[in-house]
């Protein structure tokens, strides 16, 4: 299956799911409506690239033909047109190797919230002042995707560094944008405390880790009973 197949597939049930559910029984059944929002948020970004994609496709096409037409003889309107044809052209080339990319297989907990620990490594009070740069640095990055973020703990140092901080992100699709900060990150810098201008090395370790999913359970008493 070519690519344009597999889009033009994804954005047929794009509309399917539209149509769904805008119908007024969509959300008789709580649990299937969840399950096709789920979906129809999964196809949203890939159907929203292929359109712009096919728009950038018609208007490379349109340019060449201008660029074949009589008006071509004329030099300035000629480079005008061949500076479009080279413009449309990249983007038609980085719409497609984004569209690429949303098409990879996902994580089964991409769509999740998560969990992240930030923990000062190596480095003394200049590990937990990079461990501090790096909450600030989540919080804004949240902050722009227009996430909600919850701070559980936090351990400070009297400096103002971080010894400790754990906090959730919950957002749709945090954990398929955030999965990848997991690991030992290190910063190599002049501390402000330094005289002497020598260079140090610190480390702060991150983990993320996707939230668990909300479960119903059917608790028989009897299996509390004591035996």
């Known amino acids: 299956m070519t690519l344009e197949q597999q889009l033009e597939t994804v954005n047929r049930r794009f509309e399917e799911l539209t149509q769904r559910l805008n119908q007024p029984d969509a959300a008789a059944d709580p649990a299937r409506f969840r399950q096709l929002m789920q979906e129809y948020h999964e196809a949203e970004p890939v159907v929203q690239a292929y359109r712009a994609w096919q728009t950038e496709l018609d208007h490379l096409a349109q340019a060449k033909a201008l660029l074949a037409g009589e008006d071509a003889q004329e030099p300035d309107f000629k480079a005008m047109v061949q500076q479009e044809i080279c413009e449309k052209a990249q983007s038609a080339a980085k719409l497609e190797h984004s569209l690429k990319l949303l098409l990879l297989p996902k994580d089964e907990y991409d769509g999740r919230s998560v969990i992240v620990e930030i923990r000062s490594g190596v480095g003394g009070e200049e590990a937990a002042l990079f461990a501090h740069s790096l909450l600030r640095m989540y ?89």
Not at 153 to 161: C, I, K, V
Not at 189 to 205: F, K, L, N, Y
């Open 139 to 227: 919080t804004m990055y949240a902050q722009g995707r227009r996430w909600q973020l919850e701070l559980l703990n936090l351990s400070e140092t009297e400096l103002g560094g971080v010894r400790e901080a754990v906090f959730a992100v919950n957002g749709q699709g945090v954990y398929s944008r955030l999965k990848f900060e997991s690991g030992v990150h290190r910063v190599q810098r002049v501390p402000d405390t330094e005289t002497q201008g020598r260079i140090h090395t610190s480390t702060a370790t991150v983990a993320v880790l996707p939230q668990a999913e909300e479960v119903e359970v059917d608790l028989d008493m009897k299996d509390l009973a004591y035996q």
